[in-house]
């Protein structure tokens, strides 16, 4: 059985000063990095070839339910943390019509980060995924991420992506909102749905959305991001 993340309210997580990435000038991407003409979006493949292999940062390992075994660490590059895990559904946050307290029985209407006017993040419209709370195992904190950090989400042969939303449990990792599953072909059903492997969350570090709600602006910076981790720039 799977189970719901517990989210956290936003003051109660103590976040990073926070950052965005600078807006890229013409013919550059941020940080001074030459823009590369492409003809295409960055590929799955590309991108788990680039996470082939984890030096780990995290302390220990975590669960991707409550009660399975302890076997997912949480890897780092210069440029990116990661970690393959399943995609449980966390529908919290704004009520709607595929969340709520109806149509989940573990529904809160809070998320652990906020929208620019205050309000919390809606599940079914955003895609983000959901960070385990800090603890002597890992503290996402200390690897440059936060609320709204941009996340390459693959599954299959499918990129998509989303930010950081929200915080779960501090022992279990592998989970997204209703939107970011419905995007990878996931079924979002808070109740049963999910997938029970096969995911591959990619969080690029010292990065931020501004606002976190803007949706293009994460796929935009999500592919520009990707295409240069893919580079290895």
């Known amino acids: 059985m799977r189970v719901q993340s517990l989210t956290l309210a936003a003051a109660g997580v103590a976040l990073l000063a926070p950052t965005t990435l600078p807006a890229p000038g013409a013919g550059q991407l941020a ?57 449980d559904i966390d529908c919290d946050g704004r009520p709607g019509r595929h969340c709520n307290r109806r149509t989940d029985p573990l529904f809160t209407g809070a998320t652990a980060f906020q929208q620019s006017d205050g309000r919390y993040l809606a599940a079914e419209r955003l895609p983000y995924v959901v960070v385990p709370a800090p603890s002597r195992r890992w503290d996402y904190r200390a690897s440059g991420v936060r609320g709204g950090s941009v996340v390459a989400v693959v599954h299959r042969d499918r990129v998509r992506y989303a930010v950081v939303g929200d915080v779960g449990p501090r022992a279990i990792i592998g989970e997204a909102s209703y939107a970011a599953a419905k995007a990878l072909g996931i079924r979002p059903d808070p109740r049963g749905g999910g997938t029970a492997s096969g995911v591959t969350y990619i969080v690029f570090k010292d990065t931020r959305v501004t606002p976190i709600e803007d949706r293009e602006g994460a796929v935009t910076m999500g592919e520009r991001l990707a295409r240069r981790f893919v580079r290895g720039g």
């Open 31 to 87: 940080h001074g990095d030459p823009v590369v003409r492409h003809t295409g979006p960055v590929r799955a493949a590309d991108l788990l070839a680039k996470v082939r292999d984890c030096a780990p940062v995290s302390r220990g390992r975590y669960r991707s339910d409550s009660g399975r075994p302890a076997t997912i660490p949480v890897c780092g590059t210069r440029d990116a943390v990661f970690w393959k895990a399943d995609m």
